[in-house]
């Protein structure tokens, strides 16, 4: 990850990992401006480019517990250099510096400072440049995140119709960076639960082996009417195995939703249902062996 | 996607005359289902002729004499079609029925002509590697195969669904087809539009190359007529109908002087429950009679290893469906 410093005051994240909708380029933004005291909308988060420094793979949900300390790491290290360009300026030493709300001050007497544009007109040259890197987590380091889901469901016993009607989830993901980003992504997670758990099926023809429904029509994916309301509870952690404290929240939020919708389904009708998607076949299937 | 030509009519004359029955020709109404077929490599015309240029009204209208019929252009859209306040307050049926068509921008743009043509949504019959008995193979793999959507009543040698949502409440009503061509028309009885796969197994409708749909004729009810549609379906958005009903009820109080039930999603046809009507000719609505009619229009389903479920559910909603339509004279939740 590499953070520039601009003379003309303008503030750059680049990386080369990309933002599958999950928020990357906000939260780029969001470190680099926490760091160095400024706006999240006066950093530019450049991302996505191969000519950019190298960044995790799409996957695994690592993207923002891999970049996020390697932005902290990169914006600090610009950071002192811009301190160490500025003290001389407040007759001060760079240690004692600090940035903040769009400024750079003495720690220990604030009126005394910069404006943020002030410090950088005295770059020499073009820009100070830092290319910061992600370093191990603390000893300590758990890994892994926790979430619980509720489902609400309601059965129609003569037809073996599921309708979802609400799903609570709780997630963990460590520090939350974004309230609304992680809000987002548990809700995403419970859409595509629900999907799995209710309609989802890769139908092969026994016969052929080929695919029979690989196309938007047949395999089945839930719409708009089909989803539930969801009521998404970001749980903070702050475990301090890292200079961010997050950890990743890309895929954990679709495990739970299909064993909540299962359990509430077996709530519903005394019977289980062990095989998804739970079908209307399946649900009348698994009421006549209740009642046999 | 193969090359085609592209030729847009002014006239519906124009139209059914370039459309003489020639090999490769194909109409186009709204295209839905077309566009389908030609991307599943299904077909490969030659030249499409849009029907949509055509100016005037006469195919996209639907107009009422009260006491006489009502008449629907093929090229009336199902959104039209369901929202239509005559077709609403008289032919409740086939207003559900069209409201419940896959989605509300198909709906805007697929026709009432287009959607009575179109064709199966059996995965072996859509799957261009399958040659199936429909596509001049000679076998139906669905007997074998996943056929947990496939017909329970009046299937073989094909095990296909019949996939229009409005052709069984139209069935219901006992409406008229009216077909033209290069020289001529004819009328028929819907019922006798489309086609069992035991008569042809490839083909759905009697529809010959060079003829097109005009209009649908619907006699207007006589007496007090009551209507309901149902469909069941895995998702309730965008999805085909598991199994689907129609009811037609004429009422004299609360007593069923005459009843036409007619499923859909449930055979290669749509499928008119003779039985289930019979049950209720000449008694008085209730639970009971409307559970005893739902027993008797299964009465004689056939089902595959897949498809057993569809026969409960085909039951309810024959239930729940006569309760729809009957739910001003009969007390109690249709739906219960």
Redesign the interface.
């Known amino acids: 990850m590499t953070v520039i410093i601009h003379r003309d005051g303008r503030v750059e994240a680049r990386n080369g990992a990309q933002d599958i909708g999950t928020g990357t380029r906000t939260l780029v933004a969001l470190i680099a401006a926490e760091e160095l005291g400024l706006r999240v909308s006066d950093v530019e988060a450049k991302i996505g480019d191969t000519s950019f420094p190298v960044g995790p793979a799409s996957g695994g949900s690592v993207t923002a517990p891999t970049l996020t300390p390697a932005v902290r790491d990169a914006a600090y290290h610009a950071k002192r250099k811009l301190f160490e360009v500025a003290a001389p300026k407040l007759s001060a030493k760079p240690d004692d510096l600090a940035a903040a709300a769009g400024r750079i001050f003495l720690g220990s007497d604030p009126r005394r400072g910069l404006t943020w544009k002030e410090a950088c007109a005295l770059i020499e040259g073009e820009s100070i440049e830092y290319t910061g890197e992600r370093s191990p987590n603390y000893a300590g380091y758990r890994g892994g995140v926790a979430g619980v889901q509720f489902a609400d469901v309601e059965v129609d016993t003569e037809t073996g119709i599921v309708r979802v009607i609400e799903v609570v989830a709780v997630q963990d993901c460590g520090r939350v960076m974004d309230r609304l980003l992680v809000e987002s992504q548990i809700i995403g997670g419970v859409l595509q639960g629900t999907s799995y758990a209710l309609f989802e099926e890769r139908l092969l023809d026994p016969a052929t082996g080929r695919m029979v429904n690989a196309n938007m029509e047949e395999y089945k994916i839930l719409g708009s009417v089909d989803s539930p309301k969801i009521t998404a509870i970001p749980f903070d952690v702050y475990n301090g195995m890292n200079n961010i404290g997050c950890m990743g929240l890309g895929e954990p939020p679709v495990i739970p939703t299909a064993a909540a919708i299962g359990n509430a389904v077996y709530n519903a009708i005394g019977a289980r249902i062990r095989e998804l998607p739970i079908t209307p076949a399946r649900v009348l299937a698994a009421l006549a062996g209740r009642k046999g | 996607m193969n090359r085609f030509e592209y030729v847009s009519p002014r006239t519906f004359a124009e139209a059914v005359a370039v459309l003489a029955p020639k090999e490769g020709d194909v109409a186009k109404a709204g295209g839905v289902d077309l566009l389908d077929l030609m991307k599943e490599g299904l077909l490969a015309p030659r030249r499409l002729v849009n029907l949509l240029g055509v100016a005037g009204d006469d195919l996209r209208s639907i107009g009422h004499r009260p006491g006489d019929s009502l008449r629907i252009g093929a090229l009336v859209r199902i959104a039209d079609l369901a929202k239509d306040p005559t077709v609403r307050d008289r032919f409740a049926a086939l207003a559900e029925s069209a409201a419940h068509v896959a989605t509300p921008q198909i709906r805007n743009m697929a026709t009432v002509g287009g959607n009575l043509c179109q064709r199966p949504?059996c995965?072996?019959f859509r799957?261009i590697?399958?040659p199936c008995l429909r596509k001049g193979g000679d076998l139906c793999?669905a007997v074998?195969?996943?056929n947990?959507y496939h017909a329970i009543l009046g299937g073989g040698p094909c095990y296909i669904v019949q996939a229009s949502s409005i052709a069984p409440a139209l069935l219901a009503f006992g409406a008229r087809i009216r077909i033209v061509r290069a020289g001529g028309e004819r009328e028929i009885p819907i019922e006798r539009f489309y086609v069992p796969p035991d008569d042809d197994v490839e083909r759905e409708t009697v529809l010959a190359p060079g003829e097109l749909i005009a209009e649908v004729i619907v006699p207007d009810p006589k007496g007090t007529t009551l209507s309901g549609f149902r469909e069941?379906r895995?998702?309730?958005?965008?999805?085909w109908a598991?199994v689907a009903a129609s009811v037609v009820l004429d009422v004299d109080g609360t007593m069923c002087r005459d009843a036409r039930i007619v499923l859909g999603a449930v055979a290669p046809i749509p499928w008119r429950a003779a039985a289930a009507a019979d049950a209720l000719r000449g008694k008085t609505l209730s639970r009971e009679t409307a559970g005893q009619a739902a027993d008797a229009a299964l009465r004689g389903a056939d089902p595959m290893a897949?498809n057993a479920?569809k026969i409960?559910?085909a039951r309810?909603?024959v239930f729940r469906t006569i309760l729809r339509a009957a739910r001003r004279i009969v007390p109690g939740d249709p739906e219960a």
């Open positions: 949504r995965w072996y799957g590697k399958f793999f074998d195969g996943l947990r069941y895995e998702k309730q958005s965008f999805d598991l897949e479920y409960p559910l309810s909603v």
